[in-house]
């Protein structure tokens, strides 16, 4: 088991920029034109060991609201606006890989969100099925996906399985039906096992649960049962993040009532019970706030201090191009 020294965590408790992304949300700037990204691409084609590709797509578009959500995401039912947001994924899919050598490998691939699946399942297969027909992938890329089981159909899952998907990963945030209902998340955990039955019944490779402490109404105790749930259900890895209340930057955040949330303290607690009761069922802790069954890549790449492979899989990035598809200035 993994002990967590609080005093530790205490020491370094200080505010750093989202690592998900490389480089950082900080180190972007409009010093760093058009041209100077376009330049670079057609630098790494000229590489005598052509760097290996990471691509990911963004799918802004959401059902419902989440009230903790700190993604870009948008609001909608408009089947017609989500297709024209594939229309122009695609030409920007063209636009990048003119720039591209085709014999460039495409190792990783995955759709975050806002929902990927609030895609139609026949939406699904057009928009992989194109970008299947552009890139080289390698015969064991990781292709995941980002799944909401609210309104989810089988369908959609056999469209990705369909499309060479490989990985799910699926938002539980916390089974206590108080704190579902006062973040705006209704997922019963009837709902979240049955998805589950599904994923393993299709064969993917890997199934990542995503939890979330700091929410309203979540203590120690209350959050440990969902732990213990998630321990029987046995995914191969949980990331369990902490949530940011910043409703000076997410507006919909001020839904959440500030008074609801545990204190600092209580955090580091949940946090600590979390690790040591997570390590202690046979999940290693990878850091800050991943989790990994001893076979997997991850716990593996640890074991071996392969940082970089590390990084890799976990913000979905890979040298040196990161190509994010989020296309703000048409969500605007």
């Excluded at 469209?159 to 006062?182: C, H, P, T, W, Y």
């Excluded at 390590?279 to 991943?290: E, K, L, P, Q, S």
């Excluded at 913000?315 to 191009?321: D, K, M, Q, V």
């Amino acid at each position: 088991m993994f002990e967590v020294d609080l005093k530790k965590f205490k020491k370094y408790d200080k505010p750093g920029p989202r690592y998900t992304s490389y480089p950082t949300a900080p180190q972007f700037n409009e010093k760093f034109t058009y041209k100077e990204f376009v330049d670079e691409i057609i630098k790494t084609n000229r590489e005598l060991v052509k760097s290996p590709l990471s691509i990911y797509f963004h799918i802004p578009h959401c059902d419902t609201l989440c009230y903790f959500c700190g993604c870009n995401m948008i609001v909608t039912r408009n089947r017609e606006r989500i297709r024209e947001y594939i229309k122009y994924l695609k030409r920007e899919i063209d636009l990048l890989k003119s720039y591209l050598s085709e014999d460039r490998i495409t190792v990783q691939h995955h759709w975050g969100g806002g929902t990927p699946t609030h895609l139609k399942p026949n939406e699904i297969d057009d928009l992989a099925s194109y970008i299947n027909s552009k890139f080289n992938f390698t015969k064991n890329a990781e292709i995941s996906c980002e799944i909401d089981p609210r309104e989810l159909t089988k369908e959609h899952l056999e469209a990705l399985k369909n499309n060479k998907f490989n990985r799910i990963s699926m938002g539980v945030q916390d089974f206590d039906e108080k704190v579902q209902k006062a973040v705006n998340r209704i997922q019963p955990k009837e709902l979240t096992l049955k998805t589950i039955e599904w994923i393993r019944e299709l064969k993917f490779d890997s199934l990542n649960l995503d939890l979330i402490y700091g929410l309203p109404h979540q203590s120690v105790e209350s959050f440990e049962k969902t732990i213990d749930k998630i321990i029987k259900i046995s995914p191969d890895r949980i990331a369990v993040f902490n949530y940011a209340h910043v409703p000076w930057m997410k507006k919909h955040m001020i839904l959440i009532n500030s008074n609801d949330i545990p204190a600092p303290e209580i955090k580091l607690e949940i946090l600590k019970m979390t690790v040591e009761k997570l390590t202690a069922n046979g999940y290693v802790f990878i850091g800050m706030d991943h989790f990994a069954k001893p076979e997997d890549e991850l716990s593996i790449a640890l074991k071996e201090k392969n940082f970089i492979e590390i990084f890799k899989v976990i913000a979905h990035t890979l040298e040196p191009i990161y190509m994010l598809l989020e296309l703000l200035q048409f969500l605007n």
